[in-house]
C-alpha cells in the first residue's frame, strides 16, 4: 500500500488546517442556496402558484443530493488519509517497539 497522500487528500488535510471560521461564515454558504429557495417556495404558496412551490422543492431537492454526493466523496478521502496514517504509525511502532 503505498502511503504518500495524493494532491487531493493533501488539500483535505490542509483545509482541516485552517483556522476554524465563525458558524456565520460557514452558513453563508447554505443561506446562498435555500433562501432563494425557500423564499420562491413561500411565493408560490402565497399565490397559490404550485408550480413555483415545486420548482422551489426540485431546487432544494438537488442541492440537498449535491450535498451529500459532496460529503461522500470527501467521507471517503478522508477515510483514505486515516487508512494511510495508520499504517505509518503501525510501521513506526514496529520499527520502535
Not at 422551489?56 to 494511510?84: D, Q
Request: aromatic share 18%; glycine share 2%; proline share 3%.
Amino acid at each position: 500500500m503505498n502511503n504518500a497522500f495524493n494532491e487531493e487528500e493533501r488539500q483535505l488535510i490542509a483545509s482541516y488546517l485552517l483556522p476554524t471560521s465563525k458558524w456565520c461564515e460557514r452558513s453563508t454558504w447554505y443561506v446562498v442556496y435555500i433562501l432563494p429557495s425557500a423564499l420562491f417556495a413561500l411565493f408560490g404558496l402565497w399565490h397559490r402558484d404550485y408550480a413555483a412551490t415545486l420548482v422551489a422543492y426540485l431546487a432544494l431537492f438537488v442541492t440537498t443530493v449535491w450535498f451529500l454526493s459532496y460529503s461522500t466523496r470527501y467521507s471517503n478521502c478522508f477515510r483514505s488519509i486515516l487508512m494511510k496514517y495508520e499504517s505509518q504509525i503501525n510501521a513506526l511502532r514496529s520499527e520502535h517497539p
